[in-house]
């Protein structure tokens, strides 16, 4: 029993045609979710930028009180009391990385040395040595 070529392509006719279809809807669903997705995002961005406080808009920062106030605290460090804990830069500063602080035996408050790299002063030997 041979079957001929003719009674196999009216078997498969419609094959093709349904598995076009099916990879046609998959990729308009796939479009319409990233349409949807991203027009959400949009909306979203936008209620985000109209909810920020524009009340200073049109003044602009002055930039020598802006960099005084960043370079102050870089250069000469911030003390280590109160307001000044919270600020991120506290310890890093590029005296106290020269420099370093000292601990003062009378007060119990860190004074600044004024010798490189945080050494403390030559202090002469004990005369029992």
Not at 42 to 49: F, I, M, P, T, Y
Not at 90 to 101: F, V
């Amino acid at each position: 029993m041979l079957r001929t070529l003719a009674a196999r392509q009216a078997h498969r006719r419609g094959a093709v045609l349904i598995v076009v279809l099916a990879m046609l809807v998959l990729f308009a669903v796939l479009g319409l979710s990233f349409v949807l997705y991203s027009e959400a995002q949009l909306s979203a961005a936008r209620s985000q930028k109209m909810s920020v406080n524009t009340e200073t808009e049109g003044c602009t920062p002055d930039p020598i009180a802006a960099y005084q106030g960043w370079m102050g605290p870089f250069i000469y460090d911030v003390g280590d009391v109160g307001d000044d804990l919270t600020n991120p830069i506290r310890g890093h500063s590029l005296a106290r990385s020269k420099y370093g602080k000292l601990l003062d035996p009378t007060t119990g408050a860190m004074i600044a040395t004024y010798l490189p790299f945080g050494s403390p002063p030559i202090q002469p030997e004990p005369a029992g040595f």
